[in-house]
T-cell receptor, first 113, second 113 residues
Framework: GNSVTQMEGPVTLSEEAFLTINCTYTATGYPSLFWYVQYPGEGLQLLLKATKADDKGSNKGFEATYRKETTSFHLEKGSVQVSDSAVYFCALSDRVGGFKTIFGAGTRLFVKA | DTAVSQTPKYLVTQMGNDKSIKCEQNLGHDTMYWYKQDSKKFLKIMFSYNNKELIINETVPNRFSPKSPDKAHLNLHINSLELGDSAVYFC????????????FGQGTRLTVV
């Protein structure tokens, strides 16, 4: 079945540091890939997405590239801010999986001033 | 305007009680979901409805029963609540079951004492 594996947290960085959160997936079809962000006490919000191989999703300075050859969708940001502190979820959805969105375990990010 | 709204936001109840959580979306989406998030932030899909029809029913105890009176509403009723049901429950919707992104409500924090 489909699955998503992302790096365990928490990740603690200083402001303006470079961020990478690794995500790899297993899927039998051709999934769409997503990164969602959850701020404290809130629901999940879509951060970015990519629907086919080599697509790059980007939003708010975050980027991720759909790599079919390595089945990866790593999240990166060049300079994090305190306001980026949140839990980040990698996710996939495809027809073979019944269209349900499968989430990774989430990675908590703390950014210190 | 809130796109996906759930009520109540907090729910504290005793073991053995029956409770309901309501969800409404004003996005015109065809598909709605219920997810459970445990204390470690792990998200697991419970149910999915498309145009009022159940399309995904994961391994969830029979005590949980979703009801969709129309495609804008998906309520979750839980019978005979147990301590292990304590979690945050998220409602979500998407345009169609085609791998598009989901929009989440703010969550309902259920505490069973």
């Amino acid at each position: 079945g489909n699955s998503v594996t992302q790096m365990e947290g928490p990740v603690t960085l200083s402001e303006e540091a470079f961020l990478t959160i690794n995500c790899t997936y297993t899927a039998t079809g051709y999934p769409s890939l997503f990164w969602y962000v959850q701020y404290p006490g809130e629901g999940l919000q879509l951060l970015l997405k990519a629907t086919k191989a080599d697509d790059k999703g980007s939003n708010k300075g975050f980027e991720a590239t759909y790599r079919k050859e390595t089945t990866s969708f790593h999240l990166e940001k060049g300079s994090v801010q305190v306001s980026d502190s949140a839990v980040y979820f990698c996710a996939l959805s495809d027809r073979v999986g019944g269209f349900k969105t499968i989430f990774g375990a989430g990675t908590r990010l703390f950014v210190k001033a | 305007d809130t796109a996906v709204s759930q009520t109540p936001k907090y729910l504290v109840t005793q073991m053995g009680n029956d409770k309901s959580i309501k969800c409404e979306q004003n996005l015109g989406h065809d598909t709605m979901y219920w997810y459970k998030q445990d204390s470690k932030k792990f998200l697991k899909i419970m149910f999915s409805y498309n145009n009022k029809e159940l399309i995904i029913n994961e391994t969830v105890p029979n005590r949980f029963s979703p009801k969709s009176p129309d495609k804008a509403h998906l309520n979750l009723h839980i019978n005979s609540l147990e301590l292990g049901d304590s979690a945050v429950y998220f409602c979500a919707s998407s345009q169609e079951p085609r791998g598009t992104e989901a929009f989440f409500g703010q969550g309902t924090r259920l505490t069973v004492v």
